[in-house]
Structure formats: structure tokens, C-alpha cells
């Protein structure tokens, strides 16, 4: 007997219910009416039910039993499932720290530090058995996460994972629920297969809004959140909340890679290096009495290990990166106009130099440095175009001292990418914090058009390596 209701999503609700055999409280969960009509949410609830029933982890919601009733001749599919008398984390975030943009609220923040990276800790404890029978969950959010009355954290609603491997499956199959923008993967937000490590990217996201208060991206929409998933390359949460040592910096931001491939392996990996951050946390509460002693970490680019400061950059560099980023994007829209008509100059030049040489072709004559001796790579106004072969080049751009976001906008001007970020790595530099102190190739390089450029920040002044 269903007794009250608990929740209501898009595609269920959940009641409390007592289980009379066992004499326990249990939440059932209900596909809504007339739900069970569309063949894609009853495929994703079967799955659900499947996914779900087949993990038997501590940190994952188990689900008891599941089945299909009639009801008024409608199909009416429900879960069985562990009562958990607790809250949510967006609960918690919301109700706890206040809400980010609400009239007559303070500005969302962050949890602790280490409460924060306990939190991540159990959320890939239940991944990684997820992972281990190879069910990627494909939905991590604070929304999704459970912690109960007594501290315990429970990973609920895989009903869009999928098993890994499915690798025909997409995000954007028609009528599919694709998760949420904020968490979401940039390989899931262009639509292709993914694989385990895009989990382990959501759990970056999870991590981020638990320090901070909010998520690494914000958009007017959730196509504009997407876009910035794909394009777009996060700040440290040290930027927002300056007690977040360094060195959780880096591992924020390596799981935040847009490429796959230099994210953590698996999630057991993941959770190693937040279990080496809470080591840390005790090293240095032990040594100093405070949270965000020197650290260690793993920079996410693969450069060297770098031993870290006590404190992040106050809130002024922050705000600060924040005006550079939006004075970039003001400046981005002009000088992107002056490319194309520099391009389109260029193109009207070399047409009419061809045009020239044919002329001096068909009147038996030479035209002057049309022969092998021709110079293919002049070098004209920070770029390297080649007149025989057609390729373009470009000189990679000084980057020292500017933020992440003002970077990327530089590169996009010269026709150049981020290609990756390290953090640290620079000793004795005199660049703040946040802001870049090497990068690969060095200025002044000759790269093709449409190259990376592997920029490394700054710790703070005078950092050195460990």
C-alpha cells in the first residue's frame, strides 16, 4: 500500500510504502500515467530497474524487486527500492549554502573542502562497481546523489544508463532524455559514444559545485551550457572559492579535460587521487591548524609534480579573469570580422597574382618569381601563408599573463586552439596566480593553422617545483 508521496520527476513518481513481508519502509517507484504509452520511457525504465538490480554496492540505492501492473486497463511499471531518509545534494546545496541568483538570498557557495571530497569519494566508490559491471550511468548530478540522516551516500536513477559496451548508443537519439547540460560530457554534447570516463567527467562537474557553489559552466540555456561543455575551458574552482587548495585545483581540472584521454583511466584512479587530497587536507591541518597546507599534484597535462602553496588567489584575480573574459568576448566578435577581410584581401591578391602569371604564360614570357626559386612562406603580418602549396600558417601568439579565458580568445583570433592546461610548473615565476607563465610551442613558433597551444598556469609567485 502506497502511503504518501515523496517526489515527482518527468517521467515517475516516488511514494513510501511499507514492505508488510519484512516489516520495512520502502520507496516505490511509479511510472507515471499514461508514460508507460511511449516505448522509449518504457525501455528506459526496464533498464533502470536492470541497471539498478545488478549493482549490490553500499554506495548505489538497492532495488528490491520491480514489475508491471495493470491499473484501470493502463500499464503501470514500478521499482521496489531502498528507502533513504536523507536529502539530495542539490537539496543540500540549495537549502544549505543558498541559491546563486534568487532575489533576498546570499550567493551560493561551496561546502568544505574536505566534507566536499568525501561526498566525491563514495559517489566513485559506487561508480567504479557500476563501472566493474559495466554499467556507466551516464546522469551524475547533484540531484541524483543521496546522503542520508546519518552521513551515508547513496548514487540513485540509472534510468538512462547504458551498458558499456553499447557503443552504438548516442546522447542525441530521438526522443531520448540526453542528461543535464550543467554535467554533461563534451563528448556526450556533441552526440557521440561514450565511454565510462564520461562519468568520471560529470563527477568533475559534481566536485566543481560542491566547492564552489556552482557549476563550472552557466548559460542563459541549456544549449548555451552544451556549447560551452564542447568549447569552452573551466576556470579552477580556486577562482571562486579561495579556500580550495591547489593541488585540488588540478585534479578538478585534469577531470575536466576536454579530451577523454587525459582524464583519470577509470574511477578508481579518480577516487586514488581524491583519497591523496584528503591525505593532504590531514597533512596539513596537522602541521598548521588549517585546511589547504602545501600539497602535492598531478598536473593534469602530464608535466611534473609540483608542490603547492597554502592558500589560492584572493577574490581580485578572480574578478579580474572574469573582465578579462568578458572584455575577450567583446574584442572576439571584432577582430574575427578583420580575419575574414584580411582573408578575403589575401584571396583577391593571390587570385590576381595568378591571373598575372597566366597572362605572362600565354605571351611565351617568365613571370618574375614564378620559377622554383619562388619563396612559398613569406612571412606578412603575424602569419605564414604558402602561394604554391596553399597551406597557412601562423606564429603562435605570447600568452604570458593572461587568464584561461583571455588565452583561448588570443588563440581563436590567430586561428589556434587550447590544446590542453597544466597547472604549475613555472618556479620562481612572477605571473599570478590563474594566469599563464609557459606554454608549448613558445611564442614566436611557426604552427599550422588550427593548432594546439599547451599552456600551463601560474601557482602564484615565487611557486616552486617539488
Known sequence: MLERLLGRGG???VHLAQDTRLDRPVAVKVMGPGMADDPTYLARFRREAQSTASLNH????????????????????????????????????RLGQGQQGTAGQPPATGLPVRRALELTHTVLDGLAHAHAQGIIHRDIKPANVMVTEDGAVKLMDFGIARPVQDRGMTLTDPAMVIGTADYLSPEAARGESVDARA?????????????????????????AVGWQQISAEPQPPSAFAPAVPRSCDGLVLRALAKDRELRFADAAAMRTAVEQELRQLDAASAATGTVGGPAVTEVPAGGPTVQLGARAAGRGAARAAEREERAASRRTPRRRTRRVLLAVAGAVVLISGVAAYQVAGSGGGSAPGAGSGAKSGSAVGGSVAGAVTGTHHELAPDLTGRSLA???????????RVAGVGLGGCPGTSVAAHRVCAQVPKPGTVVDDGAGVQITLSTGPGAATG
Open 199 to 223: 562519468d568520471l567527467y560529470s563527477v568533475a562537474c559534481l566536485l566543481f559545485e560542491l566547492l564552489t557553489g556552482r557549476p563550472p559552466f552557466v548559460g542563459e540555456s541549456a544549449l
Open 58 to 93: 553500499p554506495a548505489v540505492v538497492a532495488v528490491f524487486d520491480s514489475g508491471e501492473d495493470t491499473v484501470d486497463g493502463a500499464l503501470l511499471p514500478y521499482l521496489v527500492m531502498e528507502y533513504i531518509h536523507g536529502t539530495t545534494l542539490l537539496d543540500l546545496l
Open 406 to 416: 583571455g588565452s583561448r580568445a588570443v588563440l581563436r583570433e590567430h586561428g589556434l
Open 11 to 13: 517521467m515517475a513518481e
